[in-house]
């Protein structure tokens, strides 16, 4: 398996422009996280999807951003318009059940604007 | 929600020494503890785990220990090898199927 797929790896935009970030889980596994990492804050969790569905959206930092997962192989994170404060590395998890609680990350998308 | 604290930020610690990284976490429900590896512009590795059921758990060199009546976890490298050197990140999984996660603690292991 090829883990957990993230493009792009690199972005780098200016300020007001439209952000999307794309994630591809492992295949098979029914639950996806979308984590943000920053020298400040460290690594926090923004979003979590069930089998498709947001679960728990409480670290989402604000309306500018936004995620969706329209089935169970690609989510996008976007963010509009995009700020120098939103710079940052972009992590996609996912893992296989309630169970089996392993999340497995995927390379990141370091995020600069300017 | 869940707060975890971990210590210490930076460790430094001469190849073939024993390194200590401790956690602490806030809610007594959580039941997952991971431990995640990460290396200077990599992603987060697992490299170790325990189950609120257990109180210790070994892995080659590395080991996890979990006190729950404390709500505190370790995780212990022993021979430490130049390639220990990272950034280790302690979690917590609590409600639902989220972590939270300590602040790391970025270890030198010195030749």
């Known amino acids: 398996d090829a883990g957990v797929i993230q493009s792009p790896r690199h972005e780098v935009t200016e300020m007001g422009q439209e952000v999307t970030l794309r994630c591809k889980p492992i295949?098979?596994?029914?639950?996806l996280f979308w984590y943000r990492q920053t020298m400040m804050r460290g690594l926090e969790l923004l979003i979590y999807?069930?089998?498709?569905?947001?679960?728990?959206d409480s670290g989402m930092p604000e309306d500018r951003f936004s995620a969706k997962m329209p089935n169970a192989s690609f989510s996008t994170l976007k963010i509009q318009p995009s700020e120098p404060r939103d710079s940052a590395v972009y992590f996609c998890?996912?893992?296989?059940?309630?169970?089996?609680?392993?999340?497995?990350f995927g390379p990141g998308t370091r995020l600069t604007v300017t | 929600g869940e707060n975890v604290e971990q210590h210490p930020s930076t460790l430094s610690v001469q190849e073939g020494d024993s390194a200590v990284i401790k956690c602490t976490y806030s809610?007594?429900?959580?039941?997952?503890f991971p431990w995640y590896k990460q290396e200077l512009g990599k992603r987060p590795q697992l490299i170790i785990d325990?189950?609120?059921?257990?109180g210790e758990k070994k892995d080659q060199r590395i080991a996890v220990t979990l006190n729950k009546t404390a709500k505190h976890f370790s995780l212990h490298i022993t021979e430490t090898q130049p390639e220990d050197s990272a950034v280790y990140f302690c979690?917590?999984?609590?409600?639902?199927?989220?972590?939270?996660f300590g602040g790391g603690t970025r270890v030198l292991v010195k030749p």
């Open positions: 979690a917590a999984k609590a409600a639902g199927n989220k972590l939270t």
């Open positions: 998890a996912s893992s296989d059940s309630p169970v089996r609680y392993e999340q497995y």
């Open positions: 325990i189950r609120s059921n257990v």
């Open positions: 809610d007594s429900a959580s039941n997952y």
């Open positions: 999807f069930n089998n498709n569905v947001p679960i728990d």
């Open positions: 295949s098979g596994h029914d639950y």
